[in-house]
């Protein structure tokens, strides 16, 4: 009964999973519990938004223009091989709604807003901040932590709207006015094809579901970083490294629950 | 920054969201097409619907005037039961028929309701009485091949003596 026997590396790798799941679920009800103060105090709450959402606004916007600039050159050039340009407004407006707008909004909101949040709760920690609030008899889960949370929760369905629309409008620009898709066309067929709530309404929820969740990734890993130099970019990484493959993985299970019929 | 051009901001970012979220569903998906007049309900039995799916549009000389409600099985008449809504403002005769037709070769099943001729007309929880099923492409086919086959097979009896000669 070695202590690195092949059997017990096994077993505490297991265990070590199951703690890591433990906590990060302990973690999640904590910031629940505690999320009182985004009702008394919620100015704390828009500054945060302000902080996750207005800065990250240029970044969703272009690429979401590009976005739909390739999808429109894209589609067109499939579609055109069977004759039927007029659908490239459905194809473009299914595709954001249901799938890109809310992923890649994810992925570079995990990017974009998910790295800052874990590098400053980190850095707040190695410079014991935290512990000087709780010194003060601030508990730093609710100041520093709640407010952060429902910021990014708030702040990333707003963000994949506006991705989805600015995306559409991109490829409305490349299809109608530069390739020449009869607008009404364009329209008529994205208004068929599209309904509110099995394709709107269930893109809007699953960037619910992956702004919690990249949130949650970014501030557990900043909380949870070694309080060294080291500590924190490693800390960094694994949010975009995790958070990425969270948000990927939840995708295809959310589509295949919402779009299984 | 000062309090109040922090709020400010917040708030045109906020209402950026929702000015995408009316576009998606208004310009993008088909919140705009949904009517809010009142209805009167109306079934129709089939032997075929073929794919005909609820939310589908009730047309009558190609204006909408109804979208299909839902669609059962009755296990006594093993028919299917298409319930479809119509506008209060469209009244129809009693004897007006129904038929499922596509749009275009390969579009999507709607329903036909052709107006009959008699004095009373149709309301709420009446049954439309004539109907017309969806035509499976491939029985078509299949009734095709079959009566072309048939033709074939009458012939050949009356060439064989021809051959003869």
């Known amino acids: ?261 | 920054m000062s309090r109040t051009k922090t709020d400010f901001w917040v708030g045109l970012f906020v209402l950026l969201g929702a000015v995408a979220l009316v576009f998606l569903a208004l310009r993008a998906g088909n919140l705009s097409s949904w009517s809010f007049a009142p209805t009167y309900t109306l079934s129709a039995n089939f032997d075929n619907i073929g794919s005909l799916k609820v939310r589908a549009p009730v047309k009558s000389a190609g204006v909408v005037v109804g979208r299909v409600a839902k669609i059962t099985f009755d296990d006594k008449t093993y028919q299917a039961v298409v319930w479809v809504n119509l506008e209060k403002a469209y009244l129809f005769p009693k004897d007006s028929s129904a038929a499922i037709l596509t749009s275009g070769l390969l579009g999507e099943q709607y329903l036909g309701l052709t107006p009959g001729s008699e004095e009373v007309n149709l309301s709420d929880g009446d049954k439309i009485r004539y109907t017309q099923d969806a035509v499976v492409l491939e029985q078509l086919i299949s009734k095709f091949l079959y009566g072309s086959a048939e033709k074939q097979g009458a012939a050949t009896p009356m060439n064989a003596p021809k051959v003869q000669n």
């Open chain 1, 1 to 261: 009964m070695t202590p690195d026997n092949p059997i017990t590396r096994l077993g505490g790798w297991v265990r070590s999973q199951i703690d890591a799941i433990g906590y990060f679920a302990r973690f999640f009800t904590t910031l629940l519990s505690h999320s009182g103060i985004a009702l008394t105090r919620p100015r704390l709450v828009s500054q945060q938004i302000h902080f996750i959402g207005n800065y990250s606004l240029l970044i969703i916007a272009v690429s979401g223009t590009f976005v739909g600039f390739v999808l429109g050159l894209q589609g067109y050039y499939t579609l055109n091989r069977y004759g039927s340009e007029e659908a490239l407004g459905l194809l473009v407006a299914l595709s954001l709604v249901r799938e890109l707008g809310p992923v890649v909004t994810a992925l570079l909101f995990a990017g974009r807003a998910g790295t800052s949040l874990t590098a400053e709760i980190g850095l707040m920690k190695a410079g014991e901040q935290l512990s000087a609030m709780e010194v003060m008899a601030v508990n730093p889960i609710r100041r520093v932590l709640v407010p952060r949370f429902w910021g990014g929760v708030i702040a990333m369905p707003i963000l994949a709207a506006i991705f989805s629309m600015v995306g559409i409008l991109g490829g409305w620009v490349v299809g109608v006015l530069m390739i020449g898709v009869d607008a009404g066309a364009f329209w008529s067929q994205m208004q068929n094809g599209v309904d509110v709530w099995r394709d709107v309404f269930n893109g809007v929820l699953k960037s619910m579901v992956f702004g919690i969740t990249v949130t949650l990734v970014a501030l557990y890993e900043g909380w949870q970083a070694k309080p060294t130099p080291e500590g924190v970019s490693r800390a960094t990484t694994r949010t975009v490294v995790v958070g990425s493959l969270a948000v990927l993985a939840l995708d295809f299970l959310l589509t295949a629950l919402m779009f299984a019929n």
